[in-house]
């Protein structure tokens, strides 16, 4: 035993490390490249040099923010994934961002946000929600659980939303054009610090919440039967935890746009390396999805400097590939 | 132990169990057989609180089920279903993995890491069930018998007093077969562990159960010691097909011969040619 939880310490340390260096690393590349010592020296100076800025109210704000965001995309791909016992589930294929992002299409449109940038996160949250009720009425009510079902509906849901938004979009006056399309596109980039601490906050507590359950996704690796033979309350937890995912993915979609795939990816890839012991495994795929997204917002933002690429272009292209082969696999 | 009064339930207002009455004595193996489709599956998910009785009472250990928490169940009754989705699940566990999930009704929310008895008891339970040796390796690269091993490791962890069997012989070979009914047996005996087992094969619940309940329709056609229920009338009602029985020279049970149509009738049975007119 002991073992196993020296095991997992050495590998959460290990994570943080990655984390830690893929920060540093993100905070020293950019348009002003600023090397490793300098920032050192900067932060000892305190404000009033450009680089301070650069580091404190553009670069940093950013990493936090993609570090908040790709740990609750992770987190709850795991918990989806887990619920169902399959790699393919994730917020992006159940249509759950979808649903959150016409959520937060509308608020655009309707301009909600003027009156209070909280209704961001709130209009995700129910576009979310709404899918996720529409999936578990369409699908799972109906008894026994047929997983390609529930990943057509999901894949459907997602090609509405997109549609009704490309509706909004045509009928939209040009100012508020702007504003979707710049958030659509997905970014880390986001002026609204208030936005930001509450999507760690809300990423954060989703991480303390999903561990009360961890036992409980452990014993759904065996089936929803022999769960509930196990003990385990079936239907509350699933309850609980699709609205725990909703509201991560609420959260992520309505401050960073729609960023794909990294709930396939990550629980996937920490899978292969430390089992599927969700103990270890939530905090694991947190810690990695965080370090993900900060890696691939760096890329995002140089790969083509001076212009910004949307990070959802590139966690989009990597995890596509990764379903195509991931669904061949299984064959 | 258990007792059953008057239960019906069934799937969307289709009652597949009409009206059971029967009591599980203490320390027994009752086996029980049918046709498929007779309710065998959906009394075992009656009896463990899967799904809804819609009339009737189930009483286990003195108390109504609808009364106890799946946890409170789950520490006195296992149960080892037919198809396991772990052995088609993605989450490829290891053998260990799985039997330490038996512990989980008796963990609670906030204990993170097993005790050093939860420990001890997977390794009995491994050591008992001769798969310990299997411990760290993937469920899906085991042979069918191994897993079902593990799996019934799985529910001794449970530590329970009634354990549940759907089918554990299903598509094994004679040997595993034996193995895991042996087993069954020696939990029974050495354990006092109280057995419900459902069975296809008639010959194995024969050897095995100290009583034989035979469902059909809905309905308990008969139960009792097996001399009672596998007799030729009953059997030969119950499946519609021709039996003879006759007594196992050693144990001196029923065993249950199959007779084919052409032995019957001393005829081929159908005619592939295909004549006009």
Redesign the interface.
Known sequence: MSKKLLRWSMLILILTGILVAVSIFSLCVGSSGIPLKKIFFTILEGRGSTEYSIIFDIRLPRIILGFAVGGALSLAGVILQGLFRNPLVEPYTLGISGGAALGVCLNIVLGIYHTSILSLPVSGFTGAMLVVLLVYFLTLKKGILKIQGLLLTGVMLSFISSSLIMFIMAISKVEDLHGIIFWIMGSLEEPSMLLIKITVLLSVFGLFASYLFCRDLNAFALGEEDASHLGVDTEKTKKILFILSSLLTGCAVSVAGVIGFVGLVIPHFVRMFIGSDHRVLILASFLTGGAFLIACDTIARTVIAPIELPVGVITGIIGGIMFIYFLNKRK | MLEVKNLVCG??NKFILKNINFELKNKEILGIIGPNGSGKTTLL?AI???IKQQAGQIIFEGKDIKKT???????KM??V?QF???SE??????AE??VQ??R??F?S??Q???T?QD?KIVEHAMLLTETFNLRNRPILELSGGERQLVFIARAIV?QPKLLVLDEPTAHLDIAHQIRILDLTKKLNTDFGLTVMVVLHDLNLASEYCDRIMLLNNGNIRKIGIPSEVLTYQIIEDVYKTVVVVEKNPISKKPYIILVSEADRTGNPVIDLRYTEG
């Open positions: 799937y969307n998910r463990s609180k899967i928490g799946l946890n409170e169940l789950a520490k296992a149960v279903m396991s989705v772990a699940s993605y989450f490829n566990m290891t993995e799985i999930l038996g989980t009704p963990h929310r906030l993170f890491s097993e050093k420990e449970q």
